[in-house]
């Protein structure tokens, strides 16, 4: 077989997988019941399929998939998976009416990562060191929780960070700004108690606020506590309220979870409103626009803490010198994915083990997928 035959794209399906959570979960601004995931299959001549995968919300992630099956395959089809570059600004420009962010770069963001994932392991090279790993066995994680849980208090919620700090991580992340001032500063700092000064402790707001004197008064409450960041304090597309605040407290500011497409980001960083970007490979375009935005991103200082799916993030800050902390929860109560996954990321002293097996380094167990699908491959 010559090598554009290996390589020429034969299939791309795609499929919508719904997971309920076990214990209904709040944010400062919704409630969570469900997850929705659009996972996707690349397969090529040489038989090596890549996989993606990336969240599609409370309900509706059949956008996603639908996008893959209507946008996308149709042009993928035939055309060689090498072509990283080439594919995704077809796919771009193609999708525009459509597109640009949302349910459609979402999907755009998964059909990318299954063309790198196919193309490490038909290389035999992990994914990171198919990216240009920076050589470290380890990169550091975080521990993701403090979620709002019916009949979680102060107490709770120190004997919950006290474990990940017994689990050796060295920096931990709760939600804020659900709760009344006063009750939200306590719970703070039982956090900070909990976790000592050399724990890191980062604040996450998932966009509860909507002026500046209202964060920068609940700021005041926090700062005592020395939070590290505080994370998406505004709406993703009130950058100028980010900015300000940035100006004004001493803590930094994190944001773009939800942000995609490197002219936004661009966006970000001319207007220096985040220190920290959280930029996700499966929301932000892909692995491949991932990678401009961290480029950027170090011409700016700035480092990138990507978003959760640690499955794939630590390979892209094993890769990238400019990121620095993978998002990993450590159980399947608000990020469930790792149902779907057939081997699971290795853990040591809080920091997680860049995998050595070939493209991401696990395949989505079917089993899983049958039993949690909304609708079939297609
Ligand atoms: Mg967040």
Redesign the pocket.
């Known amino acids: 077989m010559d090598d554009a035959r290996r390589s020429e794209i034969t299939r791309v399906e795609a499929r919508t997988i719904r997971i309920p959570l076990e214990h209904p979960t709040s944010f400062a601004t919704r409630q969570v019941l469900s997850r929705d995931y659009g996972v996707v299959r690349l397969r090529t001549g040489d038989g090596t399929e890549g996989i993606g995968f990336c969240y599609g919300g409370n309900r509706g992630g059949e956008l996603v998939a639908a996008a893959v099956r209507l946008l996308l395959a149709p042009l993928l089809l035939g055309k060689s998976a090498l072509d990283t570059e080439g594919l995704w600004s077809q796919l771009y420009q193609d999708t525009l009416l459509h597109g640009r962010a949302g349910s459609v770069m979402r999907a755009l963001s998964i059909v990318d990562i299954a063309l790198w994932d196919r193309n490490a392991r038909a290389a035999g090279l992990p994914l990171s060191r198919y990216l240009g790993a920076t050589g470290q066995a380890t990169v550091p994680a975080y521990a993701s929780g403090g979620y709002y849980l019916a009949g979680k208090g102060p107490e709770q919620l120190a004997e919950e960070l006290a474990g990940y700090v017994r689990a050796g991580f060295r920096a931990v992340k709760i939600k804020v700004g659900r709760l009344e001032p006063r009750a939200e500063e306590v719970r703070i700092r039982a956090a900070r108690e909990a976790i000592g000064d050399d724990v890191l402790l980062m604040l996450?707001a998932?966009n509860a606020w909507s002026d500046l004197p209202t964060a920068l008064e609940l700021m005041k409450r926090y700062e005592p506590s020395n939070p590290y960041w505080i994370?998406?304090p505004f709406s993703p597309d009130d950058i100028e309220n980010h900015a300000a605040l940035a100006r004004r407290t001493p803590v930094a500011v994190a944001t773009g979870?939800i942000e995609a497409g490197r002219w936004r980001h661009q966006e970000l960083l001319t207007r220096r409103a985040a220190a920290i970007l959280?930029t996700d490979a499966a929301v932000c375009g892909g692995i491949s626009e991932w990678r401009r935005i961290a480029a950027a991103a170090a011409g700016f200082g700035v480092t990138l803490a990507p978003?959760w799916f640690h499955d794939l993030h630590v390979h892209l800050v094993a890769a990238t010198p400019n990121a620095r902390w993978v998002e990993y929860f450590p159980d399947d109560q608000v990020l469930n994915f790792r149902r779907l996954a057939d081997r699971q990321l290795e853990l040591r002293d809080g920091a997680l083990v860049v995998p050595q097996t070939p493209g991401l380094g696990f395949r989505f167990d079917e089993a899983a997928l049958e039993r949690y699908a909304v609708d079939a491959w297609s």
């Open positions: 996450d998932n994370e998406e979870e959280q978003h």
